[in-house]
Each structure stands twice: as structure tokens, then as C-alpha cells.
């Protein structure tokens, strides 16, 4: 099994550079977030990229944990925008603003997840990465809250967690060893200026003849 998530690790990061090569610019009118696109998300109060790493929390429920990063360079903060369990969501079209989505951390093949377990440093909801290559459970699904029809890139936007109704936030506090200074996330239960969220580096999936299509924002 070690072997196996080895080599879809590998290949994403052979994919990513492949597409990086390919890379001409962003097309003008390609101005949405798509399903199957792997992003990276600015948190835009704290200026920090959600993240995530084989670091397990050492309280809660022991699950790998998700942080924020101020470097806009680290690997370990992609996440691909996927369907929630047991429905499509087709590769390139663009992702509605309420519609319910899974992102998964493209280096460990875990779901942004949370749960009713407290938070180690705010007291707030834990939020962690789970399940195995891919695959959670329904406490991976969140709701995509924007103001249009669809999920603009140059969008601030809000992550409502389907099952416990909390927003994806940061709030500042910052995590010792053995991940000195970067910042906790978690769930609130009210939006504030703490769950902005703004995409940011990313590979965009189009709905073309030519399905992968490269862009930074």
C-alpha cells in the first residue's frame, strides 16, 4: 500500500509539472473555478495558504493535520476541488456557488474533514485531513457560499461545512514544534473576516478537447 500511494503521488507531481511546461497564460474568458482543478487557498484575513503534511495532531482525534503557511511556494498546499461521495462532479464545469464539494490534499490523498472535536490551540473545531486515497466519509462535504451563479477565481468566498455547519477559518494562533509557526485552522460557527477564502497558484481544468489547461493567478 506504501508503495502504491508512493506512485500516485508521483504521478501527480509528473502531471503538475507536465502541465506547468504546457502552461501559455490564462485564457480571458475561462474566469471560474472548475471541478477537477487543483488550487491552492488564501486565507485573505492572515495572508496564509491551507495546508496540510503527514504531521498527525497530538490531541483530538489524531488525524493528519491541516494548518496555514505563509510561503505561496510549498507543494504540500494544493488541493483538488472534487464531488461529494457518491455524485459527479464533471471535470471543467465550473463549481456553483452553493454546490457541495470534497478538496483533497494532492501529496496525501486526504479530504479537508472536520468533526466535533475541539481544536488544540483555539478551542474552536478541529479540522483535519482523512481517509485513504481519496476516499472519507461524508464529513468531507462542503458548501461553496459566493454571491454569483458560479465560483469566480477572483472571488473571496466562504466554506460552510455540510455536517456541522462551521466555516473553514483562521484566527491567527500559531502551532511549536514540529510545525513552528504555522497558523491553526479550523470551524467557527458564525462568518466573519476569518473565513475569507480566495484562490490563489492552481492547475484549471476547462471543459475543451484539450482538458488540461494551466493557470496562476
Known amino acids: 500500500m506504501h508503495l502504491l500511494k508512493a506512485i500516485r503521488i508521483y504521478l501527480d507531481f509528473v502531471l503538475l509539472f507536465f502541465i506547468f511546461a504546457k502552461c501559455q497564460g490564462r485564457d480571458p474568458d475561462t474566469s471560474y473555478v472548475t471541478c477537477g482543478s487543483l488550487v491552492k487557498l488564501l486565507n485573505t484575513r492572515h495572508n496564509v495558504r491551507l495546508h496540510s503534511h503527514d504531521v498527525k495532531y497530538g490531541s483530538g482525534s489524531g488525524q493528519q ?125 458564525s462568518p466573519n473576516q476569518n473565513n475569507y477564502w480566495k484562490v490563489m497558484e492552481g492547475v484549471f481544468i476547462q471543459p475543451s478537447n484539450d482538458p488540461l489547461h494551466h493557470d496562476e493567478l
Open 65 to 189: 493535520s491541516v494548518t496555514g503557511v505563509d510561503a505561496a511556494d510549498d507543494a504540500n498546499s494544493y488541493w483538488r476541488i472534487r464531488g461529494k461521495p457518491n455524485e459527479t462532479c464533471q471535470r471543467g464545469l465550473p463549481v456553483k456557488c452553493g454546490q457541495a464539494v470534497r478538496f483533497t490534499h494532492m501529496k496525501t490523498g486526504r479530504n479537508l474533514h472536520t468533526h466535533h472535536f475541539s481544536s488544540p490551540l483555539s478551542n474552536n473545531q478541529e479540522v483535519s485531513a482523512f481517509g485513504e486515497n481519496g476516499e472519507g466519509d461524508d464529513l468531507d462535504v462542503w458548501m461553496v457560499q459566493c454571491s454569483g451563479t458560479y465560483w469566480e477565481r477572483d472571488d473571496t468566498v466562504r466554506f460552510k461545512h455540510a455536517g456541522t455547519s462551521v466555516f473553514l477559518s483562521v484566527t491567527g494562533e500559531q502551532y511549536g514544534h514540529p510545525i513552528r509557526g504555522q497558523r491553526e485552522v479550523h470551524g467557527m460557527p
